[in-house]
Structures are given as C-alpha cells and as structure tokens.
C-alpha cells in the first residue's frame, strides 16, 4: 500500500467516525424528547365564576385515551 492510500483511508475513517457520533448524538436527543413527552403528567383545572352549572370532564384511560369535555348541569 501506498502512503497516498494509507491516509486515504485514514481520512474515510474519520469522516466514518464524526457521522457515527452525529447520529449518535441525535439518537440521544430524540429519545430525551420522546421519553419527556410520553410521561408528562398534566393537571386540569377549572375556575369558574358565579355560573356553577358547569361541569368539567376529564376521563383518562392511562395508555389509551383521554376525553376531556364540559357539560353544562343548569
């Protein structure tokens, strides 16, 4: 083998290594923001005025479904 080739290779052996990272890196952030999105937990909370007839919802099947909905009791 020749020297030119030699440090060919090396070079493509670099560039191999900086694109393995990147992805890696990337990899990490995304799993980071998925796993922070699937296990938030959220609090509704309603305030209402001097009307009481309202009625506020929220059905939470974990994993499943949530429905959240208002229903007017007056």
Request: no cysteine.
């Amino acid at each position: 083998m020749s020297r030119h080739t030699r440090a060919r290779m090396s070079a493509k052996k670099k560039i191999a290594a900086v694109v393995a990272v990147i992805l890696t890196i990337a990899l990490l952030v995304g799993g980071v923001f998925a796993y922070t999105d699937f296990s938030q937990d959220f609090i509704n909370r309603f305030r209402g005025g001097n009307d009481n007839d309202i009625l506020l919802h929220d059905d939470f099947e974990p994993g499943v479904n949530k429905d959240v909905y208002v229903e007017n009791t007056g």
